[in-house]
């Protein structure tokens, strides 16, 4: 089955700097790349996602980045905010439907 | 609309106890699906549903039965629980087709203790 692996696992940052979270994954078959954010006891929610057949996709702070050839996306966040801070978990659906595997997540913390 | 709604929002269990957490959606989506997240994890699939009548295993499904009998609803039921099913569960909803992939919606969560 599909394995993905997300680094770094926590990561801190200063008000308005950039931040960037990595995921590999292992399955080429893998067509679907969804980010979630994920508050302290709240629900996981989409942010961001990307499909395979396309390379980069933005939206206003936040971009994501796909190499299928090396397997690996990237979720970029720019001019982080304090509310920025949360958990953030990659996923990727290793078939053509909605099972999704997830990274283990990395903890972001924006300091003011 | 009111989603994907879950109850309880906690419970504790004893070893050995049986019980069924429940899951409902109004957005007439045909996936469903039931994660587990344990402290510093990601979500692990374990059980999902891409219509009434018919479910599948996940990645983690032992000790979790589930049904679909309707759209709405997708109970979870644990067997007989142990302490190794002390986490938070979450379920999801999607639209579904073949060979497509979607948004997946998730509820708020049930957080479960097993003594």
Redesign the interface.
């Known amino acids: 089955g599909e394995n993905v692996e997300q680094h770094p696992s926590t990561l801190s940052v200063q008000e308005g700097d950039s931040a960037v979270i990595k995921c590999t994954y292992s399955d080429s078959a893998s067509n679907y790349f969804p980010w979630y954010k994920q508050e302290l006891g709240k629900r996981p929610q989409l942010i961001i996602d990307i499909r395979s057949n396309v390379g980069e996709k933005k939206d206003q702070r936040i971009a994501v980045t796909l190499n299928k050839t090396a397997k690996h996306f990237s979720l970029h966040i720019t001019e982080t905010q304090p509310e920025d801070s949360a958990v953030y978990f990659c996923a990727a659906s290793f078939n053509a439907g909605n099972m999704l595997t997830f990274g283990g997540g990395t903890r972001l913390m924006v300091k003011p | 609309n009111a989603g994907v709604t879950q109850t309880p929002k906690f419970q504790v269990l004893k070893t050995g106890q049986s019980m069924t957490l429940q899951c409902a959606q109004d957005m007439n989506h045909e996936?469903m699906?039931w994660?587990r997240q344990d402290p510093?994890?990601?979500?692990?699939?374990i059980h999902?549903s891409?219509g009434a009548g018919i479910t599948d295993q996940?990645?983690v499904p032992n000790g979790y039965n589930v049904s679909r009998s309707t759209t709405e609803d997708f109970p979870l039921r644990l067997l007989s629980a142990a302490p190794s099913q002390t986490s938070v569960y979450?379920c999801a909803s999607?639209l579904?087709s073949?060979?497509?992939?979607?948004?997946?919606y998730?509820?708020?969560?049930t957080r479960l203790t097993v003594t």
């Open positions: 996936y699906s994660y510093g994890m990601g979500l692990r699939l999902y891409v996940g990645e979450f999607s579904y073949t060979g497509s992939s979607y948004e997946q998730f509820g708020p969560g």
